[in-house]
């Protein structure tokens, strides 16, 4: 990856404003019910309170996305989890409309894409969207290079410029070298990699993921989370992330909804939802994270007392408590937590311990 920042491909920079915070995705009372008169669910209060059992019993219905609101931020990486059968793959299908949805809005860079006509619909998916699923559907008969270049093909880019934008993007996911290789020839982190290429190469607004790297052996599993991480500080795409994996949404999310049942449960940052579940049901999933690698010291900080000497070492609010460690407990007095030039609060030995400890006894 190259340090110089002029003559940079278009499709490498991200299209957004970094001083525009206009949500590119907004998701306003989002249902998706299966079965017979799946309409009349959402516009009913009594059926809406039923559980996913008693509307089964009741109707005949499954909502799989019941009522879900969010926005998602430019150059955001926002994940949705949850495990089978909590309707996060449904939702991300009704983001894009491979499944419509019963109910709801789906607000794209201000338009509602529930009221797209299909010609619309083609042209937001061929150059606003990308996808990345579990199953790469590579064309076994094309190249690597012709794999990726195959949505430039389908818009109508002329042959050299297509094969050109494809080389800089295959170079971009690490398989220069590979460009004349078949999928067949490829282990099954390569055939990801051209997924990822295929989907990058049309300069989309924004990347959706669905369990893309569910199939990979865990070591492999690994380098494609850390390649998305590169991926993503190099051309800075917005990305929403389906994943089972609590992990692999730590790793990757800016912030992560928590689905259970079709419903929201908890949407925020990932020291949020270690820091502070919203219920039960987050507080489990959430139990076995090391806390130290994922709380900050704003959430660990005591206020400063009148008696405190504050000459210790300046660390700031977001740093994760792993990180503050080693600092604090080797400076003689308490660490300062300073924002801005001001002073939050202070962190000393009995706080970094007792998150050691936490660790340790599992909390």
Sequence with gaps: MTTAQTEVPHWRRTSQNPEDRTPVISVRRLWKVFGPKAEQVPQSEELCGLSRRELMDRTGCTAAVRDVDFEVSPGEVFVVMGLSGSGKSTLVRCLTRLIEPTSGEVVFEGEDIRGADARRLRELRRRKFSMVFQHFGLLPHRKVVENVAFGLEIRGMGRGERMRRAREVVELVGLAGYENSYPDQLSGGMQQRVGLARALAGDPEVLFFDEPFSALDPLIRRDMQNEVIRLHHEVGKTMVFITHDLSEALKLGDRILIMRDGKMVQCGTGDELVGAPADDYVRDFVQDVPRGDVLTLRWIMRPAQDDDALDGPELGPDVVVREATRAVLAAEKPAK???????????????????????????
């Design 337 to 363: 937590v300073v924002e801005n030039g001001k002073l939050l609060g202070i962190v000393g030995d009995e706080e970094i311990l007792a998150v050691v400890a936490g660790q340790q006894g599992g909390a």
